[in-house]
Nanobody, 125 residues
Framework: QVRLVESGGGVAQAGGSLRLSCVVS????????MGWFRQSPGKEREFVAT????????LYADSVKGRFTISRDNAKNTVLLQMNSLKPEDTAVYYC??????????????????WGQGTQVTVSS
């Protein structure tokens, strides 16, 4: 069974950093697009970052560009999200997602097939 497990969330002060990790089991991510999304209560899932199958292409939401970095280690079946210069508006549950198709850039939640349970990120002012 495909399982995505996020970790690394917690509480950070504005301007601080957190590193999120997504470990995937039951599925090889080596040929597939991976992404990070976030969601606050009462809001839709918001695109954060995506990375192509080989890490050759990345794309970020304007709100996090220059502050967040997505990376992947296909050998470890793991995707990371380094979050720097955190802002209170970054507060959300962060979800890792995997696409089952061709591994090009994808920015819409409906394009992803497998999701983790999420990890809470809270940024204090």
């Amino acid at each position: 069974q495909v399982r995505l497990v996020e970790s690394g969330g917690g509480v950070a002060q504005a301007g601080g950093s957190l590193r999120l990790s997504c470990v995937v089991s039951g599925y090889s991510i080596s040929e597939h697009t991976m992404g990070w999304f976030r969601q606050s209560p009462g809001k839709e899932r918001e695109f954060v970052a995506t990375i192509s199958w080989n890490g050759g292409s990345t794309l970020y939401a304007d709100s996090v560009k220059g502050r967040f970095t997505i990376s992947r280690d296909n050998a470890k079946n793991t995707v990371l999200l380094q979050m720097n210069s955190l802002k209170p508006e970054d507060t959300a549950v962060y979800y890792c997602a995997a696409n089952s198709g061709l591994g090009y850039i994808r920015i819409h939640a409906y394009e992803y097939d497998f999701w983790g349970q999420g990890t809470q990120v809270t940024v204090s002012s």
